[in-house]
C-alpha cells in the first residue's frame, strides 16, 4: 500500500509565501509524475504545477514566475515552494504521483492541506 502526506498549509497574508510538502511511503518500485493540485470552494480543481522523473516542470498560467515546483528522489518527496500569494491562491491543495509499487502504475492522492490566504 501506498500513502502520500501532506504538511505545510495554513493562513498567510498576501504577499507572503508558503512551502507545501509531501512525502510518499509504502511499497515504492518507482515515482514518475508527481504534482500539485488545487481546489477552492465553489471551482473546479486546478492543476498547479507537475514534474517528471527527469525534473521537468510544468506549470498553470496563474502561478508562474510565483511558485516552484521540486522533489528529492531519495525522500520520495515533492515540494510545492508558493511565493507572492494572492487570496486567489485561496483553496485545498492535494499532492499526487504516478507510483509503480508491485505491480502497474497507479495514481496516489495526498488528504489535501488547506491554504488560506488573507489579510
Known amino acids: 500500500q501506498v500513502q502520500l502526506v501532506e504538511s505545510g498549509g495554513g493562513l498567510v497574508q498576501p504577499g507572503g509565501s508558503l512551502r507545501l510538502s509531501c512525502a510518499a511511503s509504502?511499497?515504492?518500485?518507482?515515482?514518475?509524475?508527481m504534482g500539485w493540485f488545487r481546489q477552492a470552494p465553489g471551482k473546479q480543481r486546478e492543476l498547479v504545477a507537475t514534474?517528471?522523473?527527469?525534473?521537468?516542470?510544468n506549470y498553470a498560467d496563474s502561478v508562474k514566475g510565483r511558485f516552484a515546483i521540486s522533489r528529492d528522489k531519495a525522500k520520495n518527496a515533492v515540494y510545492l515552494q508558493m511565493d507572492s500569494l494572492k487570496p486567489a491562491d485561496t483553496a485545498v491543495y492535494s499532492c499526487?504521483?504516478?507510483?509503480?509499487?508491485?505491480?502497474?502504475?497507479?495514481?496516489?492522492w495526498g488528504q489535501g492541506t488547506q491554504v488560506t490566504v488573507s489579510s
Open positions: 509504502g511499497s515504492i518500485f518507482s515515482i514518475y509524475t
Open positions: 514534474i517528471n522523473s527527469s525534473g521537468s516542470t
Open positions: 499526487y504521483a504516478a507510483i509503480r509499487g508491485r505491480g502497474e502504475i497507479n495514481t496516489y
